[in-house]
């Protein structure tokens, strides 16, 4: 193991190094969040996949592949199916409107006042989401160094804090395509054909197993609906997912650079579901099929191999874990505690500015350093508390489930709302994430956090309160909508300092 030891300590101590040269890097609010919004294709593309295959993507996804066989890819599956439908239907408005959260996509689009709520709501999924990639950590560890379980939490939190905090989205972006390579070499081309060739092939995985184990819906109809929902249209709103699609260069780059990274996921899913079948010829009795992937990664690979695959996991987890986390400080500074004291300090930078005669602007504007160490700071605090939180949890996929819920069931129908229904007015937006979020706890409460019907109904409710309440009340002003179609179009850029984008 001492090889094996080798390549992860190599990997982990690159990490840090990566964070210290984007500290070097990341100047401004807009180097710091988005990367100065001028990632070209390829690091978009490794970026972007990077993110949204993390832990459950990984562990999980070869977990469902031992439990139900081929199908167990349809949770990553629809992930992919989600990635495309943002990076072709929305991706390129998306980047054209130059803000930082999707909550000050929502004041835009309504004419302030919804961001608060909206806030908190993708606080709250945020910072599950990098609950559920640090726990995922105790796993890996376990598997290398035997280490008990908290210890192993705090061991790669802190070092995915630590990258996080000291350059924000350009250490995140470097980092996660050194991760995108690993993963792609450790899983796919390295893991994936072992395991099929210890198994003994395809012809022997199908005699073996049970013919349902090779049955493309074998998961069941209800399951894929429901991950349909959860995932596809959680990658369309997702703020993890959007900050990403803010650092492209250009719209065409978020169109088709976010195009290859979703076909990436689905070849990605498969390869999963085909590893844990394979897992499930070897090893027919597992205690729990998410140590599939762990076992077949200590046991069947050799040496050097092993520690690069045991890095390949390191990697998903720690790149969802870097993009959640950065989103969760993101939306707790920007849209939550900034808008708590924003009121008396919008009044004193308003009377400063009258009296040195200076036009307003924005806060990067103001003092671009503090901007800097603001985010830093709450980087930094989120960090602290999703490590606590990961420690006090233990059930991954009960965590990813709460995240999502919240996510769908309360933001889903606002968003999209904004994006493609014009009547939709700010009240209708509150009313959305207020009901839908309730009824989605409430019925996780009732019904258990795992049943479907938390999303389904929340999603109905938050669907008719939006489109009943926006009826009931006055169309947005027009001034508010010509404003956002002027955003829109990229005519109308947030910051004086970033150039309008060329017109795709």
């Known amino acids: 193991m001492a090889v094996d030891y080798t390549v992860i300590v190599v990997y982990l101590a690159g990490m840090l190094a990566m964070g210290w040269w984007g500290m070097r890097r990341a100047k401004s609010k807009s180097e710091f969040l988005v990367a100065g919004r001028r990632l070209g294709p390829t690091m978009y593309s490794g970026t972007m996949a990077a993110i949204v295959l993390g832990g459950a993507s990984t562990i999980g996804g070869v977990g469902l592949g031992y439990q139900y066989g081929l199908s167990g890819a349809w949770m990553v599956f629809t992930i992919g199916l989600g990635l495309l439908a943002l990076s072709v239907f929305f991706s390129a408005r998306i980047a054209r409107l130059k803000v930082y959260t999707v909550s000050e996509m929502l004041d835009l689009r309504y004419g302030g006042r919804a961001g608060v709520i909206s806030g908190v709501v993708m606080w709250a999924y945020t910072l599950m989401l990098a609950v559920t990639s640090t726990i995922a950590y105790a796993t890996i560890f376990d598997v290398l160094f035997d280490m008990n379980r908290s210890v192993a939490i705090i061991l790669g939190g802190s070092i995915v804090v630590a990258y996080s905090t000291l350059g924000g989205m350009w250490s995140i972006t470097l980092t996660d395509m050194v991760q995108f390579v690993v993963k792609t070499i450790g899983v796919l081309l390295l893991l994936l054909p072992i395991a099929v060739v210890k198994a003994g092939g395809f012809s022997e995985m199908k005699a073996q197993l049970p013919t349902e184990y090779f049955d493309p819906l074998g998961i069941g109809g209800e399951t894929i609906f429901t991950y349909v929902l959860i995932y596809t249209f959680g990658m369309l709103i997702g703020q993890d997912i959007w900050q990403r699609v803010f650092t492209a260069r250009s719209d065409k780059t978020a169109k088709w650079g976010g195009t290859v990274a979703g076909t990436y996921c689905l070849a990605y899913a498969l390869a999963g579901a085909v590893i844990g079948t394979a897992a499930k010829v070897l090893y027919p009795k597992l ?64 009377k400063d500015v009258r009296k040195s005669h200076e036009a307003p602007d924005t806060p990067d504007a103001l003092d671009p350093h503090d901007e800097v160490k603001g985010n830093r700071a709450f980087i930094l605090l989120m960090g602290i508390a999703v490590i606590a939180t990961a420690i006090a949890l233990n059930n991954v996929v009960e965590a990813l489930t709460v995240a999502y819920n919240l996510l769908v069931g309360g933001l889903l129908v606002p968003i999209l709302g904004g994006l493609l229904w014009r009547r939709g007015t700010v009240q209708g937006a509150l009313a959305s994430v207020t009901v839908g979020g309730v009824a989605v706890i409430v019925l996780m409460a009732t019904h258990g956090i795992l049943a479907n019907e938390p999303v389904y109904y929340g999603l109905l409710l938050s669907l008719g309160a939006y489109i009943a309440v926006s009826l009931m009340t006055r169309p947005t002003d027009a001034a508010v909508l010509a404003a956002w179609r002027e955003r829109l179009a990229g005519r109308n850029p947030e910051l004086a300092s970033e150039p309008v984008p060329a017109r795709q």
Do not use: Q
């Not at 762990?294 to 191999?305: M, R, S």
């Not at 390949?312 to 950065?326: C, F, N, Q, R």
């Not at 939306?331 to 808008?339: F, G, L």
């Open 287 to 350: 205690g729990s099929p998410d140590d599939a992937f762990a076992t077949i990664v200590k046991d069947e690979l050799p040496v050097g191999v092993r520690g690069l695959v045991l890095a390949a996991a390191l990697a998903a987890v720690m790149s969802t874990s870097s993009g959640a986390l950065i989103a969760c400080a993101t939306v707790a500074n920007n849209d939550i505690w900034s808008r708590l004291r924003g009121a008396v300090r919008r009044t004193e930078v308003t």
